[in-house]
């Protein structure tokens, strides 16, 4: 053996396992990374640790009594669950809802997307290290709309508000009014938080061409939401596929070039003000009226099936149903916003350090709550 | 004049004997005593601080429940952590894992052994304080090492791993900073320098002071360097396995370090424990809180740094201007010993302003992404 040979140090990848529990994967999720020292060659994602067979569940329901098992699903935005479960068993029986209630939802709708990319964006910045002050500064407006939530259902976080064929109870006088105010101070908050983070140097050298999803793999994965629109995907259901009355508002969809993940984080900045100017929008043009269409409380649509989806905050989330004429969903399938855009994550992460892996991974905005169901 | 004329005659003629209050051994005993509960007390206060501190930037309360102004929660920590169960790890390599904290602690207390609390006022007026806090600090890594190794789990070994290149990298500017206070000061004991300041080295060695302190963030592992133990990548880095009192250890290690670097902050830089009107070794201490409040505001400010960017930093951008940083002040003291030092206050401030700015433009991060 020659010197050179033995004062070589032999080094071979080795396998590092991220979760279940772990303080950056938002939940239980788990992935066998495969390393070599700092550099990740490869990752595999575990799913089922918060598997609870909600799809089955919903087998053993009414329809109306499956909506409370629908806040479960993406936990931190709840509304949005409520809203996609409820237009699919509309489309599938039939139901108008009256013109006061769609309002409602929609600004319940982006109020709740509002609290998602608060949330999505704070978390993703406390994985880049930013030791719990944006995420803390992001909470403090979040409460802010939940005290508005808390105002119309009673709730903070599992709102169960929205009905078949309408939603729970109006929305109290007040209401109106603390809107007004939550839209004027996150206006400013949103230029705060900019001024703070845009062009904080570490952040962009955390983030800026890090772990880049192109156009194609985004389409061919069929991602949505923020992630594909930072892949410069124009594809927002709210236009290519307008439910409820989206039709009415205006507002802009921000998309970015590069795909990394500041585009990402950018989107959902961007995102946040378009959210308010279509809350704006609808707080001028709310009719008084119902709240709610004269459905039977054990609905039984006729046979058949529907799928009805929704920008949801994390992207498209579709709720297939079929019915057989009873009083419960013959089957129920959900398609889960967060797992497929998790998809893409494998091809995002190669070649990458461990720090890039977990700032991807937050960057793509998952909620184990829908990834297992 | 030759260079070791020059050195001699800027050496401080007034240096009291360090061997108040007493004998030998009496000295010895004393200032030990005093330096335990020092690091004790003061790890207390740092910690109150930080999390006071971390909780009005955070805007919220931080601990407000036990005691006034939740004064007490260190002492309720401590507790918790002393009544907690020893958990070591099936695996563990045992002696290595138990005997860790203690390399990792002692090498801290050694740092303090030098600083001066005030004229005079410190365990042993070495020659060669400022080399011999060098030479110590780099032992608390092996203590680290220590630790991820024998834990065998591959968090702390990430972690361990993260730490010893970090501060082999961090170890050169924080030297080289260091050499330019030295030639200003004309000595290497602490005592020395302090005595030496007339105005603070902050202000005649600006470029340097940045450079010491990133570069002792780095060392010491504070935001945004805390490659080694960053939370939301490696749970815990090397102490991820460590519970009850070895676990209060490091966590004793980690918060010791800070107050020690912030402590010879103060000393080579904000003129020690010299000031008006207060007493000396309350000068000290405020100027060290100082000090060490800057750092937890870097930490709830700043986002971390890659391991990649780290090693940049520390080679592209700090290592240059700590060698460009010296040469200057090489050539002004050789040049002009005498020259007014508020002129040299003023030259060197534009040039550290001039150089940072300069550097940070062939400063450029790579994307760092490796084909697999």
């Given at each position: 053996m020659t010197t050179t040979e033995m004062m070589t140090l032999k080094t071979e990848p080795f396998v590092l396992n991220f979760g279940p529990v772990h303080p950056s994967t938002h939940g239980v999720y788990r992935m066998r990374a495969t390393l070599d020292?700092?550099?990740?060659?490869?990752?595999?994602?575990?799913?089922?640790?918060?598997?609870?067979?909600?799809?089955?569940?919903?087998?053993?329901?009414?329809?109306?009594?499956?909506?409370?098992?629908?806040?479960?699903?993406?936990?931190?935005?709840?509304?949005?669950?409520?809203?996609?479960?409820?237009?699919?068993?509309?489309?599938?029986?039939?139901?108008?809802?009256?013109?006061?209630?769609?309002?409602?939802?929609?600004?319940?709708?982006?109020?709740?997307?509002?609290?998602?990319?608060?949330?999505?964006?704070?978390?993703?910045?406390?994985?880049?290290?930013?030791?719990?002050?944006?995420?803390?500064?992001?909470?403090?407006?979040?409460?802010?709309?939940?005290?508005?939530?808390?105002?119309?259902?009673?709730?903070?976080?599992?709102?169960?508000?929205?009905?078949?064929?309408?939603?729970?109870?109006?929305?109290?006088?007040?209401?109106?009014?603390?809107?007004?105010?939550?839209?004027?101070?996150?206006?400013?908050?949103?230029?705060?938080?900019?001024?703070?983070?845009?062009?904080?140097?570490?952040?962009?050298?955390?983030?800026?061409?890090?772990?880049?999803?192109?156009?194609?793999?985004?389409?061919?994965?069929?991602?949505?939401?923020?992630?594909?629109?930072?892949?410069?995907?124009?594809?927002?259901?709210?236009r290519a596929d307008p439910y409820s009355i989206y039709d009415r508002f205006d507002f802009d969809i921000p998309t970015a070039e590069v795909g990394d993940c500041y585009d990402r984080y950018r989107i959902r900045i961007e995102e946040m003000r378009q959210?308010?100017?279509?809350?704006?929008?609808?707080?001028?043009?709310?009719?008084?009226?119902?709240?709610?269409?004269?459905?039977?409380?054990?609905?039984?649509?006729?046979?058949?099936?529907?799928?009805?989806?929704?920008?949801?905050?994390?992207?498209e989330l579709g709720f297939y149903l079929v019915s057989d004429n009873s009083i419960a969903p013959y089957r129920c399938h959900v398609r889960p916003t967060s797992l497929i855009n998790l998809t893409a994550l494998r091809e995002m992460v190669r070649g990458w350090k461990v720090a890039d892996l977990i700032v991807i991974f937050g960057s793509i905005d998952i909620c184990l709550g829908e990834v297992d169901r | 004049m030759t260079i070791p004329d020059l050195v001699i005659s800027k050496l401080p003629m007034q240096v009291t004997p360090a061997d108040w209050p007493g004998g030998y051994w009496?000295?010895?005993?004393?200032?030990?005593?005093?330096?335990?509960?020092?690091?004790?007390?003061?790890?207390?206060?740092?910690?109150?601080?930080?999390?006071?501190?971390?909780?009005?930037?955070?805007?919220?309360?931080?601990?407000?429940?036990?005691?006034?102004f939740g004064l007490l929660q260190p002492v309720a920590d401590a507790l918790k952590v002393l009544l907690k169960e020893n958990i070591v790890p099936d695996a563990a390599d045992k002696l290595v894992h138990w005997l860790a904290p203690i390399v990792a602690f002692v090498p801290v207390l050694l740092i303090l052994t030098v600083i001066p609390f005030q004229n005079g006022a410190l365990l042993a007026d070495l020659n060669i304080g400022i080399l011999f806090i060098v030479a110590v600090s780099s032992i608390a890594t092996v203590g680290m090492?220590?630790?991820?190794?024998?834990?065998?789990?591959?968090?702390?070994?990430?972690?361990?791993?993260?730490?010893?290149?970090?501060?082999?990298?961090?170890?050169?500017?924080?030297?080289?900073?260091?050499?330019?206070?030295?030639?200003?000061?004309?000595?290497?004991s602490m005592?020395?320098?302090?005595?030496?300041?007339?105005?603070?080295?902050?202000?005649?060695?600006?470029?340097?002071?940045?450079?010491?302190?990133?570069?002792?963030?780095?060392?010491?592992?504070?935001?945004?360097?805390?490659?080694?133990?960053?939370?939301?990548?490696?749970?815990?880095?090397?102490?991820?396995?460590?519970?009850?009192?070895?676990?209060?250890?490091?966590?004793?290690?980690?918060?010791?370090?800070?107050?020690?670097?912030?402590?010879?902050?103060?000393?080579l830089f904000l003129s020690g424990w010299r000031g008006p009107l207060l007493p000396p070794w309350l000068w000290f201490l405020i100027k060290t809180l100082i000090v060490f409040f800057a750092m937890v505001w870097t930490r709830t400010t700043l986002p971390r740094v890659r391991i990649d960017q780290l090693m940049a930093l520390a080679w592209k951008f700090l290592f240059p201007l700590a060698l460009i940083n010296l040469f200057i002040t090489a050539i002004q003291v050789l040049v002009w010993p005498d020259a007014l030092p508020w002129t040299m206050v003023i030259i060197n401030i534009v040039l550290m302003v001039v150089l940072v700015l300069l550097w940070s433009k062939f400063f450029k991060l790579g994307w760092g992404r490796v084909e697999v």
């Amino acid at each position: 053996m020659t010197t050179t040979e033995m004062m070589t140090l032999k080094t071979e990848p080795f396998v590092l396992n991220f979760g279940p529990v772990h303080p950056s994967t938002h939940g239980v999720y788990r992935m066998r990374a495969t390393l070599d020292g700092e550099v990740v060659l490869d990752i595999e994602p575990v799913f089922g640790y918060l598997h609870r067979g909600i799809e089955k569940l919903a087998e053993e329901r009414t329809f109306s009594g499956f909506v409370p098992l629908t806040d479960r699903l993406d936990y931190i935005s709840s509304m949005s669950n409520n809203l996609g479960y409820c237009l699919s068993v509309e489309k599938l029986a039939g139901i108008e809802v009256p013109e006061r209630a769609e309002y409602i939802r929609v600004i319940m709708a982006e109020l709740q997307r509002l609290v998602n990319h608060a949330i999505a964006v704070g978390t993703f910045l406390n994985d880049c290290g930013a030791y719990m002050t944006p995420v803390v500064y992001m909470l403090r407006e979040r409460e802010k709309i939940l005290d508005l939530f808390d105002m119309v259902c009673g709730q903070r976080l599992t709102y169960n508000y929205m009905r078949i064929g309408g939603v729970s109870q109006d929305i109290p006088d007040e209401f109106l009014p603390a809107l007004r105010r939550l839209v004027n101070q996150m206006f400013f908050f949103i230029e705060e938080m900019e001024r703070l983070l845009k062009q904080n140097e570490i952040l962009l050298a955390r983030t800026k061409g890090v772990g880049i999803l192109s156009r194609e793999t985004a389409i061919n994965c069929s991602i949505s939401g923020p992630v594909a629109r930072g892949s410069g995907v124009k594809w927002d259901l709210r236009r290519a596929d307008p439910y409820s009355i989206y039709d009415r508002f205006d507002f802009d969809i921000p998309t970015a070039e590069v795909g990394d993940c500041y585009d990402r984080y950018r989107i959902r900045i961007e995102e946040m003000r378009q959210s308010l100017h279509i809350i704006e929008q609808a707080m001028k043009q709310i009719p008084s009226g119902p709240v709610r269409a004269d459905v039977p409380h054990l609905i039984r649509p006729p046979v058949g099936e529907a799928y009805a989806h929704i920008e949801a905050p994390k992207g498209e989330l579709g709720f297939y149903l079929v019915s057989d004429n009873s009083i419960a969903p013959y089957r129920c399938h959900v398609r889960p916003t967060s797992l497929i855009n998790l998809t893409a994550l494998r091809e995002m992460v190669r070649g990458w350090k461990v720090a890039d892996l977990i700032v991807i991974f937050g960057s793509i905005d998952i909620c184990l709550g829908e990834v297992d169901r | 004049m030759t260079i070791p004329d020059l050195v001699i005659s800027k050496l401080p003629m007034q240096v009291t004997p360090a061997d108040w209050p007493g004998g030998y051994w009496w000295h010895w005993l004393f200032f030990t005593v005093v330096l335990i509960i020092f690091v004790l007390c003061m790890v207390m206060g740092a910690i109150y601080i930080e999390r006071r501190g971390m909780g009005r930037m955070q805007s919220r309360l931080g601990p407000n429940r036990t005691g006034p102004f939740g004064l007490l929660q260190p002492v309720a920590d401590a507790l918790k952590v002393l009544l907690k169960e020893n958990i070591v790890p099936d695996a563990a390599d045992k002696l290595v894992h138990w005997l860790a904290p203690i390399v990792a602690f002692v090498p801290v207390l050694l740092i303090l052994t030098v600083i001066p609390f005030q004229n005079g006022a410190l365990l042993a007026d070495l020659n060669i304080g400022i080399l011999f806090i060098v030479a110590v600090s780099s032992i608390a890594t092996v203590g680290m090492f220590m630790a991820g190794w024998g834990s065998s789990n591959k968090y702390s070994l990430l972690g361990a791993m993260r730490n010893v290149a970090a501060v082999v990298s961090y170890e050169i500017p924080l030297v080289l900073a260091v050499v330019g206070v030295v030639l200003c000061a004309g000595s290497l004991s602490m005592n020395c320098i302090v005595l030496s300041q007339d105005i603070p080295y902050i202000l005649l060695q600006p470029l340097g002071f940045l450079l010491f302190f990133m570069a002792a963030c780095a060392e010491i592992n504070r935001s945004p360097f805390d490659l080694t133990e960053a939370d939301s990548e490696i749970v815990a880095g090397f102490h991820t396995e460590y519970s009850g009192m070895k676990f209060a250890m490091f966590y004793l290690v980690e918060y010791a370090e800070a107050i020690a670097f912030s402590a010879i902050i103060t000393t080579l830089f904000l003129s020690g424990w010299r000031g008006p009107l207060l007493p000396p070794w309350l000068w000290f201490l405020i100027k060290t809180l100082i000090v060490f409040f800057a750092m937890v505001w870097t930490r709830t400010t700043l986002p971390r740094v890659r391991i990649d960017q780290l090693m940049a930093l520390a080679w592209k951008f700090l290592f240059p201007l700590a060698l460009i940083n010296l040469f200057i002040t090489a050539i002004q003291v050789l040049v002009w010993p005498d020259a007014l030092p508020w002129t040299m206050v003023i030259i060197n401030i534009v040039l550290m302003v001039v150089l940072v700015l300069l550097w940070s433009k062939f400063f450029k991060l790579g994307w760092g992404r490796v084909e697999v």
